[in-house]
DNA sequence: GTAAACATGTAACAGGTTACATGATTGT
DNA sequence: ACAATCATGTAACCTGTTACATGTTTAC
């Protein structure tokens, strides 16, 4: 279960609350995973029984901060260090791309037109958050800049990729066949 | 919920059984989506209550083939023109990389050094499916091979930026500050 | 005073995995 | 005869989302 290093991850930086986290989770980490603070809480609660946090004095509002406890961060190093083989890829636009073949050849485009279009918009958001973000020096915020570029690539390369898919089933619309027209890779 | 669409886009092809439906999701989708039986059976039934497929007679060994209905090609189209909001991407792959600098810089590039080499080992998995799988000219093949083009760049993306990624980390170890070294995207 | 933000929790449900359970047919 | 593969199903459990529910503090 990935939430638990999650939190691990985020406590291993500073001791905060449940609310914190979970506001961590909208911001820094929303790109990579996400988690909601109903299920937070009770995640919290179960980490402290297993001794990975540990739970300080209720402070102002009910607020209870939790730090990581010595045996978490072994934990969380574990969980970095051992490879684990990493759950299959789910992605429902390429579930889409698989039967965009019961479409007509326009409806087709249009969809992988819209595919580009999206991933140039969440590029564009990426770049937007590298600017409004304060960035220091810390090994956090370096990792951070290294996420980020990582999206921007991904994204870059959805777009270019869907911009071709594109024009692979204009062309396949226009000529005979559009096996014929396939760039496939060289031998 | 996606599962309902792929085994409906799955049958849009041809007739299927629940056995055979299954071992489509181990083979050709396995990149875009995965089910187990155990949770495609009921949801055949549930989608032949709701009249989207039709359950043919019971066949030898107990086989029961599913069918598509006009109804459940109008939910396919729907589902493949309605523009939806995308789910959140959840990466464990990034989750670590949020998470790496809890670890000395060595140990850090040498996490991403590894995982470069896994991407590597799934362009070259996802090269070896395009050999040995015999394309035709359908538009559904056609489509298996835009995915599978988009696989590849996607592993390559991911194997080029590791490798930049790396790169930074021992760059930063070897200076004073990582930070100066970053290069970042142009203004 | 009142709205926004802080702060925590539970319950019901949906989606997905693992394990349990059974039986028929085909190939060797 | 035995193993592999075909073929279907249920139960228990885990993960995650949405909705319900409550009370405090700060800023205007």
């Given at each position: 279960m990935s939430l638990r290093h999650a939190l691990l991850g985020l406590l291993?930086?500073?001791?905060?609350?449940?609310?914190?986290?979970?506001?961590?989770?909208?911001?820094?980490l929303v790109h990579a995973w996400s988690a909601k603070h109903s299920q937070i809480y009770p995640e919290l609660t179960r980490m402290a029984e297993q001794g990975w946090v540990a739970a300080g004095e209720e402070g102002a509002r009910g607020r209870r901060e939790?730090?990581?406890?010595?045996?978490?961060?072994?934990?969380?190093?574990?969980?970095?260090?051992?490879?684990?083989?990493?759950?299959?890829n789910r992605s429902e636009v390429m579930l889409r791309v698989f039967f965009l073949w019961t479409l007509s050849p326009?409806?087709?485009?249009?969809?992988?037109?819209?595919?580009?279009?999206?991933s140039r918009q969440?590029?564009?958001?990426?770049?937007?958050?590298?600017?409004h973000v304060p960035w220091d020096a810390s090994g956090s915020d370096l990792m951070g800049r290294l996420a980020l570029?990582?999206?921007?690539?991904?994204?870059?390369?959805?777009?270019?990729?869907?911009?071709?898919?594109?024009?692979?089933?204009?062309?396949?619309?226009?000529?005979?066949?559009?096996?014929?027209r396939m760039s496939r890779r060289p031998a």
């Amino acid at each position: 279960m990935s939430l638990r290093h999650a939190l691990l991850g985020l406590l291993a930086h500073s001791p905060a609350s449940g609310y914190e986290l979970t506001k961590q989770f909208e911001v820094s980490l929303v790109h990579a995973w996400s988690a909601k603070h109903s299920q937070i809480y009770p995640e919290l609660t179960r980490m402290a029984e297993q001794g990975w946090v540990a739970a300080g004095e209720e402070g102002a509002r009910g607020r209870r901060e939790y730090r990581i406890t010595d045996a978490g961060r072994d934990e969380l190093h574990r969980w970095l260090t051992t490879a684990t083989a990493d759950r299959v890829n789910r992605s429902e636009v390429m579930l889409r791309v698989f039967f965009l073949w019961t479409l007509s050849p326009d409806e087709a485009a249009a969809h992988l037109d819209r595919l580009a279009a999206t991933s140039r918009q969440a590029l564009a958001g990426l770049d937007a958050l590298d600017d409004h973000v304060p960035w220091d020096a810390s090994g956090s915020d370096l990792m951070g800049r290294l996420a980020l570029e990582q999206g921007r690539r991904t994204a870059t390369t959805m777009a270019e990729w869907a911009d071709w898919a594109a024009d692979q089933v204009r062309a396949g619309h226009d000529a005979r066949s559009l096996t014929d027209r396939m760039s496939r890779r060289p031998a």
